[in-house]
């Protein structure tokens, strides 16, 4: 197995620490809120395109596996040049560029949430759920919820920080712990609202076990944050992003509508809001939240994907 990254990417340092061959090309994708950044792709893309040919010749690979954006684009073009078949991994409920790019010619399409399988071209989608690491067990979260958790994903939310603090003596009266990963730009409002029963955090790389503790998650609306939730069985308030096109908002709809989730809207959030929102969670719609999401997560997801790839490089 190689893994292909991104030159300068964090992969660089994770992938080989973690004992598995790296390769890596020097890509970048297209930036739609600075159109301007745009302007070097002409002379990128090709090159980028080279190197993932010379990896996919000199590796020689059965079936190529692209988890989706801009840095699979490579090796993944490289893949359908040498008739090499491929499978693509599409996190989010609205593809993305590059999925949406090379679905017509993938052998196979892996998604993680519902409606995903709407929007792309191709006969064989299967809702395999994304992959996460060991350590998200199933269980009943309790109703009312005693343990709730917040996170605004791998970088922080400030909104969502500043709605948190602002809130934080009304939420430590409804929770018996409040567990708060701020990112690390927030480390400066970690420490200062430090107070019983509110746990800040920077960062943290142990998820598992915040989520083994928690009753109710608020988060973004990233596929992170909620595959690790819904892997659990755990109701959410999702409040998403408006960056990337919107994408999140379409994740969030679709945990709406499996009855896994409520909805804060990003512009609507704030202490009041975030308050009114936990507050309207009885045990009664807890327990039907735990439910659907429980219904809609794949602790599995690995196995699945797997699955496909085997299938794909026996035929």
């Excluded at 809120?33 to 980028?48: C, E, Q, R, S, T």
């Amino acid at each position: 197995m190689l893994l292909v990254g991104r030159k300068g990417g964090p992969e660089v340092r994770l992938v080989p620490a973690e004992g598995f061959d790296l390769a890596t090309v020097n890509v970048r994708g297209l930036d739609r809120d600075a159109l301007w950044k745009n302007l070097a792709l002409p002379i990128v893309v090709p090159a980028a395109l080279g190197g993932g040919l010379r990896i996919i010749d000199r590796f020689k690979p059965d079936v190529v596996l692209g988890m989706g954006g801009y840095v699979m684009a490579p090796a993944v073009a490289a893949a359908r040049m040498r008739r090499i078949p491929y499978v693509l991994h599409e996190k989010d409920v609205r593809p993305g560029l590059a999925t949406r790019f090379f679905a017509g010619g993938a052998a196979a399409i892996c998604t993680t949430l519902p409606g995903t399988e709407k929007r792309i071209d191709n006969r064989r989608v299967e809702m395999t759920g994304v992959p996460l690491r060991d350590g998200f067990v199933p269980r009943t979260p309790a109703a009312p919820a005693r343990h709730l958790l917040i996170t605004g994903g791998s970088q922080g939310a400030r909104h969502i920080n500043e709605a948190v603090w602002a809130a934080l003596d009304e939420l430590r009266k409804r929770f018996a712990e409040v567990v708060h990963v701020a990112g690390r730009q927030g480390a400066e409002g970690v420490e200062r609202h430090a107070a019983p029963g509110y746990r800040g955090l920077t960062f943290t790389d142990d998820m598992p076990s915040l989520v083994s503790r928690a009753d109710l998650v608020v988060g973004r609306a990233g596929v992170g944050t909620i595959a690790e939730a819904t892997a659990v069985g755990l109701p959410m308030v999702l409040v998403p992003g408006t960056f990337g096109g919107g994408h999140q908002e379409e994740n969030a709809r679709a945990m709406v509508d499996a009855g896994a989730a409520v909805r804060i809207a990003d512009a609507d959030l704030s202490p009041t809001t975030l308050v009114a929102a936990l507050d309207s969670l009885t045990p009664e719609r807890l327990r039907a939240m735990a439910k659907a999401s429980a219904a809609v997560g794949r602790r599995d997801a690995a196995k699945r994907v797997l699955a496909v790839l085997h299938q794909v490089a026996r035929t």
